[in-house]
C-alpha cells in the first residue's frame, strides 16, 4: 500500500525558505507522477508542483514558478519541494500526492489516489 510521508513545515518569515519533504513507500514509484498541492480553509486544494519520477521532468503552478523547485532522490524514495522568497499568501497546509500513469502532467487534485497527511507551512509578514 501506498504510504505518502510529508514533513518539513514551520513558521517563517517572507523572504524566508523552506524545504518540505515527501518520504513515499509502499511501490515502486518509477511510473508515478508526484505532486504538492496546498490548501487553506474554504479553499480548494491548489496545485503547486509536479514531477514525473523517471524523468524528472517537472511544471509548476504560475503562481509558485521560479520560487519553488521540485526535486525527487531515488535512493531515498522522497520527493522535495524547495520554497524559496516565500509570501504570505504561500501560507497553507501542503500536500504530497501521488498517481501512477504516464501521460500529460495532472493539475486537478482529483486526478492523484494516494496522499500525505500534510504539513503546515506559515509565512508571516
Known amino acids: 500500500q501506498v504510504q505518502l510521508v510529508e514533513s518539513g513545515g514551520g513558521l517563517v518569515q517572507a523572504g524566508d525558505s523552506l524545504t518540505l519533504s515527501c518520504a513515499s513507500s509502499g511501490s515502486t514509484f518509477s511510473s508515478y507522477k508526484m505532486a504538492w498541492f496546498r490548501q487553506v480553509p474554504g479553499k480548494e486544494r491548489e496545485f503547486v508542483a509536479v514531477?514525473?519520477?523517471?524523468?524528472?521532468?517537472?511544471y509548476y503552478a504560475d503562481s509558485v514558478k521560479g520560487r519553488f523547485t521540485i526535486s525527487r532522490d531515488n535512493a531515498k524514495n522522497t520527493v522535495y519541494l524547495q520554497m524559496n522568497s516565500l509570501k504570505p499568501e504561500d501560507t497553507a497546509v501542503y500536500y504530497c500526492?501521488?498517481?501512477?500513469?504516464?501521460?500529460?502532467?495532472?493539475?486537478?487534485?482529483?486526478?492523484?489516489?494516494?496522499w500525505g497527511q500534510g504539513t503546515q507551512v506559515t509565512v508571516s509578514s
Open positions: 500526492a501521488a498517481e501512477r500513469s504516464g501521460g500529460a502532467f495532472y493539475t486537478s487534485f482529483s486526478r492523484y489516489t494516494y
Open positions: 514531477i514525473r519520477w523517471s524523468a524528472g521532468t517537472t
